[in-house]
């Protein structure tokens, strides 16, 4: 079983970076992908960033490319999801999840 524990959320004004934490609680097999999703009220969940834990392969929502890096800390067993020139559509609560688990999200609020 996998516990995930977002953090890192808040507000912040267009153009502005926010960098959001997931830590992974229980055991990690080198196969498994950590990925970040995200929601906002009225729309399905979407997928923003993975990482596989074992090579760090990463991929990306075409929306976020070139400003969010995914990465993670394999001792500290953390995956984090920076996210730069944030702008309004960011807006949305982040979620982290792993083999069907998920967090229990962080709210990232883009104002202008």
């Known amino acids: 079983q996998v516990q995930l524990v977002e953090s890192g959320g808040g507000l912040v004004q267009t153009g502005g970076s926010l960098r959001l934490s997931c830590a992974v609680f229980g055991t990690i097999v080198s196969t498994y992908n950590i990925a970040w999703f995200r929601q906002t009220p009225g729309k399905e969940r979407e997928f923003v960033a993975r990482?596989?834990?074992?090579?760090?392969?990463?991929s990306y929502a075409d929306s976020v490319k070139g400003r969010f890096t995914i990465s993670k800390d394999n001792i500290k067993k953390t995956v984090y999801l920076q996210m730069n020139n944030l702008n309004l559509e960011d807006t949305a609560v982040y979620y982290c999840a792993c083999l069907g688990y998920w967090g229990q999200g962080t709210q990232v609020t883009v104002s202008s």
């Open positions: 990482i596989s834990w074992s090579g760090g392969s990463t």
